[in-house]
């Protein structure tokens, strides 16, 4: 089991969004939250 004070370090040093936009891909912020397509299968519409 992951401690709690581990995953809040993890927290500050990772950028999930800037992890997927070297990936290729580009999350849309929809209010205080960001949406984007599946990055495991194809899909049309988020």
């Known amino acids: 089991m992951i401690k709690a004070e581990s995953l809040a370090a993890l927290k500050e040093k990772a ?3 800037e992890f997927f936009c070297k990936l290729g891909h580009t999350p849309k912020r929809a209010g205080n939250v960001f949406l984007m397509h ?3 299968h ?3 519409t988020i």
């Open 15 to 17: 950028d999930i969004i």
């Open 38 to 40: 599946c990055p495991i």
């Open 42 to 44: 194809v899909q049309k």
